[in-house]
Every structure is written in structure tokens, then in C-alpha cells.
């Protein structure tokens, strides 16, 4: 069963002559362990299609999926949680909170509700060959170490889904390389079914499938 599935989803902003067509009957299946990436334009869909699956924008038409639970059903209080604990999110600068040292950036998402099967903060920090920071605030790292951090904040609840937004965009090519490898190791030993949007053609040897989104329709580059 997919962890995450979108079925003839259309988002459409605006009225009159002002619409906009952000998500065009755009269908996706991922599964568990699978490390997919979408690439295109910028203004092409990409960001929306991630706010959709995050359960964070409700589209016009169609059905999105999480775990098998249909989120057009489900109401504000489900989606929060949903979103809580079946949902990473990984950002383009890891987003971290400045006042925070990296372990209790890992802490923190711990603290607003039960989580049924929390990974090890101080595991998942050597995971991702961060330990050796722990005490360290965000500004103290460098920005392929934010990232890592940011990896790792969004895989301590155990998510089913992981959405992750340009990771590679203020990196070199080495660190790219790093972090992607990451991610597609994480999503394939822990059964994370991973979405990556990305403008950064040279990481996609390390993805298990490969979608174009152009103008709000989304087609399969390859698999």
C-alpha cells in the first residue's frame, strides 16, 4: 500500500480572470522506502503539490491519501496530528530555531503529543554524523550541517511521509551528494516514503524514481 498517494488532485487559486491553476489532475503513488524527486521550473507546482501532500493546503478536487487515511475526511484536529506524527518536513536552510543547541532542535517535536515510536535523538544526531555538535546552536554550524539537522528533527517522530523542499540549494556539490545520499538512505533502511523537489539535476542518480512537473502536470521522467 502506498504511504503517500495523490489521485486527479487540482488546486486552483483565484476567480475570474485572476485563476491560477497551481496542481492540473496530477496523480502520484509513493511507498514506503521509496525516494522520489520532482523536478521542473520554478512556479511550476512543485511547492504546492509539496503543501498538498503535507496536508498543509486543501486541494480544489481530488483525493490525498496518508497511511490510508483520506485527508479530505478528516478533520482539523486529525490533520494536526496526522501532520505531527506521520509527516516530516525538511526545509532549504533546515529552518532550525537559533535559541536551540542541535539536541534540543530533535527534542523539541517530542514535546506536542504522544509519539508512538520516537527514534533516539542522540542515534539519529550519529545517523547523520552529527554528534560531535550537539551543544552547538545553529549558527555555530555550517550549512550542510544545519541541513543534516534538519534531517534529522523530521525523522524523530518516525515519519510515514517525508517532504523535503530544495535541500540542496545553498550547497556545494560535494555536500549535495552528502545530503541527498542521506536522505535516500534514511528513506530505504527506515521505510520512509520520501519526496524531494529539486532544481539540482546531479543528484538524481541517488533517487529511485524521477517526475517533471511542468505547469501544474506532473509525468514520470524515470524510474
Given at each position: 500500500?502506498?504511504?503517500?498517494?495523490?489521485k486527479?488532485?487540482?488546486?486552483?487559486?483565484?476567480?475570474?480572470?485572476?485563476?491560477?491553476?497551481?496542481?492540473?489532475?496530477?496523480?502520484?503513488?509513493?511507498t514506503?522506502?521509496?525516494?522520489?524527486?520532482?523536478?521542473?521550473?520554478s512556479?511550476?507546482?512543485?511547492?504546492?503539490?509539496l503543501?498538498?501532500?503535507?496536508?498543509?493546503?486543501?486541494p480544489?478536487?481530488?483525493?490525498?491519501?496518508?497511511?490510508?487515511?483520506?485527508?479530505?475526511t478528516?478533520?482539523?484536529?486529525?490533520?494536526?496530528?496526522?501532520r505531527?506524527?506521520?509527516i516530516?518536513?525538511?526545509?532549504q536552510?533546515?529552518?532550525l530555531?537559533?535559541?536551540?543547541?542541535v539536541?534540543?532542535?530533535?527534542?523539541?517535536?517530542l514535546?506536542?503529543?504522544?509519539?508512538?515510536?520516537?527514534?533516539?535523538?542522540?542515534?539519529?544526531?550519529?545517523?547523520?554524523?552529527?554528534?560531535?555538535?550537539?551543544k552547538?546552536?545553529?549558527?555555530?554550524?555550517?550549512?550542510?550541517?544545519?541541513?543534516?539537522?534538519?534531517?534529522?528533527?523530521?525523522?524523530?517522530?518516525?515519519?510515514?511521509?517525508?517532504?523535503?523542499?530544495?535541500?540542496?540549494a545553498?550547497?556545494?556539490r560535494?555536500?549535495?551528494?552528502?545530503?541527498?545520499?542521506?536522505?535516500?538512505r534514511?528513506?530505504?533502511?527506515?521505510?520512509?516514503a520520501?519526496?524531494?523537489?529539486?532544481?539540482?539535476?546531479?543528484v538524481?542518480?541517488?533517487?529511485?524514481k524521477?517526475?517533471?512537473?511542468?505547469?501544474?502536470?506532473?509525468?514520470?521522467v524515470s524510474?
Open positions: 500500500m502506498s504511504a503517500l498517494s495523490l486527479n488532485v487540482t488546486l486552483v487559486h483565484g476567480d475570474g480572470e485572476d485563476v491560477v491553476t497551481a496542481l492540473d489532475d496530477v496523480s502520484i503513488d509513493v514506503p522506502g521509496e525516494f522520489v524527486a520532482i523536478v521542473g521550473p512556479g511550476s507546482g512543485k511547492s504546492s503539490l503543501a498538498v501532500a503535507g496536508a498543509l493546503t486543501t480544489t478536487s481530488g483525493t490525498v491519501t496518508v497511511g490510508g487515511v483520506d485527508l479530505g478528516a478533520s482539523k484536529k486529525e490533520l494536526t496530528r496526522i505531527r506524527e506521520h516530516g518536513f525538511v526545509f536552510s533546515g529552518n530555531l537559533g535559541a536551540l543547541t539536541e534540543d532542535q530533535l527534542r523539541l517535536p514535546t506536542f503529543g504522544k509519539v508512538e515510536n520516537p527514534r533516539s535523538p542522540a542515534d539519529l544526531l550519529a545517523s547523520v554524523g552529527m554528534s560531535h555538535k550537539a552547538r546552536r545553529p549558527h555555530q554550524l555550517s550549512g550542510g550541517e544545519r541541513q543534516r539537522v534538519g534531517i534529522a528533527r523530521a525523522l524523530v517522530t518516525s515519519p510515514d511521509v517525508l517532504l523535503v523542499d530544495e535541500p540542496t545553498a550547497l556545494d560535494r555536500r549535495s551528494h552528502e545530503i541527498v545520499e542521506l536522505l535516500a534514511e528513506a530505504h533502511e527506515h521505510g520512509v520520501t519526496i524531494m523537489v529539486t532544481h539540482d539535476q546531479d538524481l542518480v541517488h533517487c529511485d524521477v517526475y517533471e512537473m511542468i505547469d501544474g502536470t506532473l509525468k514520470a524510474s
